[in-house]
């Protein structure tokens, strides 16, 4: 099937079988092997990219569906030289250690960062009607879509907490 | 995955068209059925997105009840009830996790009907209905058994109506690996009578147990619920993460600390 698929404000033709999950279209098709394939099940959130401003799991998505959105992904955030203030938080707290989760954990918490300026609750988040609390009871109940089997959690939780006014924390608003 | 046909029709009609193919399957957030489908549980003839349908989508005051798209996410119900049914926005913003909630859908998990899935005990509580393409089907009659609904062939959920009670709560207790329930109580009080919907109990997926509704009804307290006895544990749900009688003791449970948080 042709498509178009737009990442990271660019516009790209593809020629795809239907079944390319939206994962395996960015990787093997437009060579942007930052976000991860962990588990290709949805559980892992290695493969964590926004679609039009809300993070989704790319393993549990075809390509096909996603023509008209916007997709984001690790490399759509900075890079070498210029990275975004929750990738220089994640170096500078050790927030990995062999780093196949973090892609997925920085998009992750991207978006957990902007759903918490605009107010959501969560699971652990007792009262509903006030502003939730940036606990790490919050954080960690936000991330937990997203595994590390190095288990660098502490400094994960740390890292997002250090970039949380640099990300801004701010409210904006995203499309469904 | 075996290899489909793909299509995303904009309209509901178009969609009905599209599912005429025969062994052709709706999917809507495809939280479910990509999975299924990678494991080649599934093998449709044809994949009909149901993303791209406009109609499909929304939450909207609707009488005294609720009207949701079929195709809303999780995430946009937990939103958007928040003011006006806090009890349902709580159970969808407790579903999975939150990318889950960025994709999956009312419409999906209803239609699908996993015996431990979180929607189904909603809705029967709320005393739901499923608006289909062609017809509106009370959740009493639509919730038939595990994994079972009385969906026809090629028919799709284009939205759900709830009823908003005088006052509800979602008691989970969640299997914290799967952040599915292991058992889930949905009691919800109306002026004219109490429901109690159970979810990832019983082998024949979501029910009401009606004991404890007659009971609530007369005498709306936690304390109502103790005289009962647990439902049967014999058909229960059992796996290695607990017995059918396990199960049972929390159906009683659940509805007390749901009662008890209202
Ligand atoms: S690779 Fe997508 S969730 Fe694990
Ligand atoms: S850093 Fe190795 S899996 Fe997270």
Redesign the interface.
Known sequence: ?QITLSVNGESHALDI???T?LLDALRDHLDLTGSKKGC???QC?AC?VH?NG????S????A??H??DEVTTIEGLGEPGNLSPLQAAFVRHDGFQCGYCTPGQIM?AK??LE?FGNG????VTDD?TAAPDFSDAEIKE?M??NLCRCSAYPGICRAIRDAAPDEGMHKTEAA? | ?Y????E?PRSIADAVKALKTEEAIA?SG??TL??TM?QRLAMPSK?V?L??IEEM?GVRQDGSGIWIGGAT?H??V??ET?DSY?AL??LA??I?????R??GTIGGSVANNDPSACYPAGVLASRGVIVTDRREIPADDFFEGMFMTALEEGEIVTAVKVEVPETAHYAKF?QPAS?FPLTAVFVAKYGDGVRVAVTGASESGVFRWTEAEDALSGDWSADAVDGLSAPDGSDMISDLHGTGDYRAHLVKVMTKRAVAAC
Do not use: Y
């Open positions: 099937m079988d239907p079944r999950t290709d099940h949805g959130g964590t679609v809300r993070r989704i799991n393993c549990l998505a075809l096909v569906m023509e008209g992750s978006s957990m759903e959501w609750p969560s699971n509903l936000r937990s879509g469904e | 995955m290899d489909f046909e793909f995303r999917f495809g939280q990509m999975p990678k994949v997105s993303t791209a989508r996410t995430a946009t937990a939103r928040k806090p926005s709580s913003a407790r999975g996790d939150p990318a889950v960025a994709r969640i952040r």
